[in-house]
């Protein structure tokens, strides 16, 4: 088996088809959760809600226990940190009102707070009179690039090859026997998995060009003031507010509280573009920061990084075969909120290349419009 790819797609692919006790060569062109790549950066939320979807909630929360499970293993139970999860809700809110009925439904813990009570237990936030909230108690955050190093580190342990190259497409048709690498390498495998994220659509860009659209993502760190507490991992959850297209994560590490727009940006190539936040973009930010959480309004801006989404057309990641290759697999589509899915994407593909059976509908690439419409958050 061969997979193209270290991020937290690849690297479980690839730790859970060495736990099944396959060969496995791993590769990446610039080495697992690099600082280009959308896996790399500091950290991630991880929350369980997704509106009515029962698949991605699902996904999610076993997902959240696998993640677990390898950190006490490898004894770095410190990936993980339990901040919990507050979704900012309006009246209205269908998508707020959807998650906390699937959540109650899945047996998810998630409890209901009125605007009073967000107040009085997380007086940081600055909200809407008509406002109340969700927490995710047991939800919370990732530290992602030292998460997905880990992986891999613990995949090469149970026997995965892992290598720094970047891997071409395969050529012909039918059946790839061998794909050439950039070192000079030609490898050779009985299935090859690409899930390299934003690079998808420049290795295979006459399926995927436009089906997959890289679009550029800028993250922003305040300092809070001195000495002050309010701010922390243990008294403040990581937040998402879905109508304002905005998250939030609290000052893990010293480094800031962080905060991002949660809109698709403009195009960007993972390759060449440059990764300098835009002026416009953090006056935005700025502002949104001092609406939800007005004691950070003049908050000096301490640290900025530009990623990238990969989005499909609606959100739904793409998991299926190339439809020129038998054992070529194409995997990715993380929409943004991938990362958090992917130990059950892992062992998803390990299932498909090691058991067979159908691919899940959702996940085929004849549902991958080029037109964009956004369905999951």
């Known amino acids: 088996m061969c997979v193209v790819g270290a991020g937290a797609f690849g690297a479980w692919a690839a730790h859970a088809l060495a736990s099944a006790g396959r060969g496995v060569?791993?590769?990446d062109a610039y080495g697992a959760a690099n600082s280009r790549s959308s896996s790399g950066g500091e950290s991630r939320v991880i929350r369980v809600g997704y509106g009515a979807e029962e698949f991605y909630t699902r996904w999610a929360a076993r997902s959240l226990t696998l993640w677990q499970e390898l950190f006490e293993r490898a004894g770095r139970p410190e990936l993980f940190r339990r901040t919990g999860v507050l979704w900012l809700a309006r009246a209205d809110d269908r998508l707020a009102a959807d998650t906390l009925s699937t959540l109650g439904r899945l047996g998810v813990p998630a409890e209901r707070l009125s605007r009073e009570e967000v107040a009085h237990r997380f007086p940081q936030f600055n909200t809407a009179p008509d406002s109340w909230a969700i927490l995710e108690a047991e939800s919370g955050v990732i530290l992602a690039r030292r998460a997905v190093r880990l992986v891999v580190e613990e995949a090469k342990r149970l026997g995965c090859e892992y290598r720094v190259a970047h891997a071409a497409a395969p050529e012909g048709r039918g059946r790839a026997a061998?794909?050439?690498?950039?070192?000079?390498?030609?490898?050779?495998?009985?299935?090859?998995v690409y899930a390299c994220g934003p690079w998808l659509p420049k290795v295979f860009p006459q399926?995927?060009?436009?089906?997959?659209?890289?679009?550029?993502?800028?993250?922003?760190?305040?300092?809070?003031?001195?000495?002050?507490?309010?701010?922390?991992?243990?008294?403040?959850?990581?937040?998402?507010?879905?109508?304002?297209?905005?998250?939030?994560?609290?000052?893990l590490e010293s480094r800031g509280v962080k905060i991002a727009l949660d809109r698709h940006g403009a195009e960007f190539d993972p390759d060449t573009s440059e990764r300098v936040p835009?002026?416009?973009?953090?006056?935005?930010?700025?502002?949104?920061?001092?609406?939800?959480?007005?004691?950070?309004?003049?908050?000096?801006?301490?640290?900025?990084?530009?990623?990238?989404?990969?989005?499909?057309?609606?959100?739904?990641?793409?998991?299926?075969?190339?439809?020129?290759?038998e054992n070529v697999w194409l995997v990715g589509g993380g929409s943004g909120h991938g990362f958090k899915h992917g130990p059950a994407v892992g062992s998803y593909v390990a299932e498909l290349l090691t058991e067979g059976g159908a691919t899940e509908p959702r996940f085929s690439l004849a549902t991958k419009e080029r037109v964009r419409r956004r369905t999951v958050f």
């Open 25 to 27: 060569l791993l590769l």
């Open 278 to 325: 835009a002026a416009a973009t953090l006056q935005e930010v700025r502002q949104l920061l001092a609406e939800r959480l007005p004691a950070l309004a003049g908050a000096p801006l301490v640290e900025s990084r530009v990623c990238q989404y990969e989005n499909t057309s609606n959100g739904d990641f793409l998991i299926d075969r190339h439809p020129a290759f």
């Open 178 to 192: 061998a794909v050439k690498t950039s070192d000079g390498e030609t490898v050779s495998a009985g299935h090859f």
């Open 207 to 251: 399926i995927l060009a436009g089906r997959i659209n890289p679009t550029r993502q800028e993250v922003y760190f305040f300092g809070p003031p001195a000495g002050d507490a309010r701010f922390r991992p243990d008294a403040m959850p990581a937040w998402v507010d879905w109508r304002a297209e905005v998250y939030g994560l609290p000052d």
